[in-house]
């Protein structure tokens, strides 16, 4: 009946080409890439304008329907793919530039438009986006936004909540909150656009953005650096501060577990350099002029190298020879191929209890994995620490948990012990949900649902993300 | 009644020493830098612990009393002065760095210890708190995070919700919302802390915060520059990008009017650079190692002067020259005294449309104050501009406004038609809450409420602020 209500008020108010119903729902909007099972949606709105958006929200909001927005639904947490009844608000007809301001470095971009698709505008503007994560081609801005994507650039740019300077959401009731200002300082009022930024489209559909540019670097120069402590990779952390001014780009760390197991898995045993260190370290600088710049690196690693900090280094001298050096941290995604029954996590923990954190969770999921794989590796500069585990052949334990469960309750069991954070990069989702108090506090979890609670009282967006 | 009945609460739950009433309110507590008319408050409330903040907030919201968060009082839009009846809470006996982590780089501090203590802190450990401003010896940085404090830097490290990594508040009902988490990305849930960053005192008081620190940089490299046209200017700062990597920290710009008025009024006509051009801008590095710094600020402008983007530039070659080269920037401290009737204006406009607002709000206000002094200036990269004017001898005009409301009228219309805020630094506050509306739309402002009202729904924090 409410079914049918709802539908009826969505066909009257939307064009047919907005609106799909059951069987004629492409399987494309039923999944995401984190391998959620698929349940079958009431119906699919694509709205091609923020009327649209509008319209369908309100009508739902109505009829208490529930609404799951969706972007190029390449998100890990579950929360992208739609659950039985729920209807689906997929961004990808509302797409494009709407304006590129080449003085001031802005750009103002639809929801729909994949993060590729303004990288590359920006660069032919002599500017750059300094977001950019493995999925570029696929995910749209609005969803990264929507989960506050990190990647391989935040030590120097921040996460993606630094680059948005203007937001446009819809409210659950339809209400269209527009703040698109492209101003990097205004303090008039409540920073609203933060509510929508990171909060997995439960508070708001994000439909339109006003980002902020950085100069286009003119050249990056790679090293991967191997390391005999933790402790060293740290003081080269540190010490980049003042050896490659404001250069820095990206530091990556690799454990040795990763680096062996990716060279062996991928590259044949071969590896840019020896397999022979604890710790193995990419770096990267973004500069304005190629030789400055490596002059600049050649002189901070002489000087890491003199005082005993790193054990080798290789500076890439050519971009070829850089992808290189990114070959094996870049091989992330074959991890699911390698693993027979593959676990992936993106934890945070404080820098200065990282190893001890890596050395304790390796002995305590040893006792739940045995000797299957678990490599570690991540961003350092953001204390965020992405692990992956070969969960094959655990069997279910005496309390009745599958593997899964087992490895999950070990591994954030060690987050919270460790104060770290069950997720850095992809959003609590429904997986993480049961997790959320390891590392939130009960009154952090009221407060967050304080402002759910006020800003869509009939709880109509993307239900069952984030809490239980 | 209820006046007696909070005041004997309050005396029940707080040691003698937290709490002061009527008369004995020393004289201090009741203004700030803005100059705005004292009240009598009902009393002072001077926790020395979270407890007891928590404690009289509670006890507050039971009674509906109106409570005024209190800081180092060096704001200028009236927010910390408390008005009749209401009751202060003044953070200052809350004092003190909590915890110092070298390798990372971050610091948890109390709410009410001064910036400029945290600065030395930071210092002698090898590390710069990136914000920095004029009233470092007396603002606490409770405040400077509930006003989204900018500054001089915010170029290179951004405002002060970039240094927050976490925060502790305590809600109008007394909840401890403790999230002093020390990661860069953190995706757990909502991000709660924005919340209560640059919103005046509205929705929580801040009581601890985990910063995150830089490296400290080993010298400055600063430069004064003349330019003929703003076109310049914008080029200029986008030319930093490539040609001083990331190591440009401030970028300030003062448009002759400006430099003229304090060369004149404060240094006897004597200025580092001849008086003779539209515009100079004021810029400035941080970098790891003098001699490269020097010689790329050397490179750098000697090429935007073969490319005719500059007129003429000086660097400094000491840290005295540097201080030289910032004293005329520094002196708007003296508009103060420099003009009969003094008003200052903290706006944001687009970068793009700054110097059409400028001249367009000359034309305006020309009409309004005559040939009083009117002096622009800002930090041109946060597209953030003040604006000085001399009110003085202006009458009421036929609509019974005063020299003030009408000078006031005036600039905010402009920022209007110009998209611009109202405020990009000092808050919106008492002074400011009418104009509101001209930048942020009425679904904004309804959707502030909504949030406002889910956080404290009696009201008793602030209140008046922000809203009428």
Redesign the interface.
Known sequence: MTDAAVLDALSAALPAVSLAIGEDIEPKYLSDWSGIAIESPLALVRPASVEEVSTALAICNRYGQAVTPQGGRTGLNGSAAPRRGEIVLSMDRFTGIEEL?R???TMLVRAGTTLETIQAAADEAGWLVALDLGARGSCQIGGNIS??A?GNR?V?Y??T??MVLGLEAV?ADG?????L????????????K??F???EGT?GVVTRARLRL?????ARITALISADSFEDV?TLL?Q????????LSSFEVMWQSFYRYIAEGCFDGKAPMPIDRPLYTLIET????EE??RE?MEAFLASMLEDGVIGDALIAQSEREADGLWAIRDMTGELTHLMADHMAFDI?????SMNAFVESCRARLATVIGDNAQVYYG?L????LHLNVDASGVSVDGQGRDAHRQVDDAVYDEVRRF??????????GFF?RRY?GY???Q??????R??K???DPNGILNPGR??T
Chains 1, 2 share one sequence.
């Not at 200002?181 to 609203?192: H, R, S, T, V």
């Not at 945070?348 to 200065?352: D, F, K, R, W």
């Open positions: 301001d003085t001031a470095g989960t506050n990190g935040v120097r921040g996460v909540r630094a409210l209400s269209v909150i527009s703040g200002q492209p101003m990097i300082k205004n303090n008039a009022g409540y920073d609203l933060q509510l930024i990171g909060s508070l950085h100069p286009r670097p003119v740290t540190r980049t501060g003042a050896g490659l001014d404001g250069t973004h500069c304005g002029e400055r710049g600049q945070g923990v404080p820098l200065a961003h500069g953001d204390s965020n104060a770290g954070t069950i997720t850095a990069e992809h959003g609590v993480k959320l590392c939130r506090s009154a952090e979890i009221a407060t967050m304080l402002v609670q006020a800003l984030i809490f």
